[in-house]
């Protein structure tokens, strides 16, 4: 894997072209989404209204999961938003566990009721990985009684400690979002973290860069948080917790991308794709993409194995036309990890 440094961008491209895909980015539900999730700023032309967004049964994600374990058996699905609150959870559960699938659920919200739900469907349910999603500054506020952010943090580490506790979950992370206004929080959230067994994957906010894109929507650009001698200075001490640090080995070359410079090249490779709860494969977490959402899923891979020429060529379109460049932590990662 290269590592290119262009004036203001990096662009990561591969040496060796094969197309493999090793993570899978999946969408299973907007239906609890709030409305505010998916109000981008000026929504692009032809990307649905949430109300369009419409489920599909968990036979056609089973199907879809079956031909993708069986392109890559070790490829990771890496479930975002609500989806745990999608109808069909406990039947993708199911597949998920008897196939031995390496996965991991982001989950918003009240997550250990949630999670408790899915047990009260069945009662043998269990999840291999959950992502919970904090802020840096975690725990300097659950140290301040004062803060207006306390009551909720409270309520989130209980809710983690009873996680960790629990049998329900494999292993428990906590997805840390990181800005230019917490990053001075960082180290010690994830030292605190680290005492309870819980591990921290570090993500830094993202900005909206052109309206194609259709996540990251919060974010102002004053947040964003630039590779600097005080950036490098909080990773040291981060570091010092590394074997609870999801992917700690390529982070270092993560904090390069910085503030949002990664340009993947995605169609080079094929490490990662995207799919969203519509059933219809994007370009990427980022953006949805006008040319990929026409190829059918079921068609991504091919008889002997391979993937599709023809969506690649689709992938090229949409990169070509909308990318304008990232700091995704999880494409990143499929690049930098081996097939
Ligand atoms: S926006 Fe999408 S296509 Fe562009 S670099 Fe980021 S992940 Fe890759």
């Not at 056609?60 to 993708?68: D, E, G, I």
């Not at 309870?196 to 194609?212: A, L």
């Not at 026409?294 to 990318?323: A, T, W």
Request: some cysteine; overall charge negative.
């Amino acid at each position: 894997m290269g590592l290119e440094i262009f004036p203001n961008k990096l662009c990561m491209y591969s040496e060796i072209q094969e197309y493999k895909i090793t993570t899978c980015d999946v969408v299973l539900t907007h239906s609890t989404d709030s409305e505010d999730e998916v109000n981008y700023v000026g929504r692009p032309v032809g990307y649905p209204m949430k109300s369009q967004y419409i489920d599909v049964r968990p036979e056609r994600w089973v199907a879809f999961f079956t031909r993708l374990i069986n392109h890559n058996k070790n490829i990771r699905f890496n479930f975002l938003g609500n989806s745990l609150d999608y109808a069909g959870i406990c039947d993708v559960l199911e597949y998920l566990n008897y196939n031995s699938a390496n996965y991991s659920f982001d989950v918003y919200g009240d997550f250990y009721d949630k999670i408790e739900k899915i047990r009260c469907y069945d009662e043998y349910a269990s999840i291999s990985q959950v992502n919970v999603p904090i802020e840096a500054d975690f725990k300097s506020v659950l140290s301040d009684s004062l803060s207006p952010k306390h009551n909720n943090f409270t309520k989130t580490w209980n809710s983690l400690k009873t996680l960790v506790s629990s049998e329900i979950c494999g292993t428990v992370v906590a997805k840390i979002r990181v800005t230019s206004n917490n990053i001075f929080g960082l180290p010690e959230t994830v030292e605190m973290l680290a005492k309870d067994g819980i591990y921290s994957d570090i993500v830094f906010c993202d900005v909206q860069k052109t309206n194609m894109y259709d996540a990251e929507t919060k974010t102002i650009s004053t947040e964003l948080v630039h590779n600097d001698i005080n950036t490098q200075m909080v990773v040291d001490k981060v570091m010092l917790n590394s074997a609870y640090v999801v992917n700690s080995n390529s982070f270092r070359r993560y904090c390069l991308m910085l503030p949002s410079e990664m340009e993947c090249v995605v169609y080079s490779n094929m490490r990662a794709i995207s799919v969203d709860s519509d059933f219809k494969l994007r370009l990427c977490d980022r953006i949805r993409g006008t040319n990929c959402t026409n190829f059918d899923p079921l068609r991504l891979i091919e008889q002997d194995g391979s993937i599709s020429m023809e969506f690649v060529d689709l992938v090229k379109k949409d990169y070509e036309s909308h990318c304008a460049g990232c700091n995704c932590k999880n494409v990143f990662v499929s690049q930098t990890t081996q097939a």
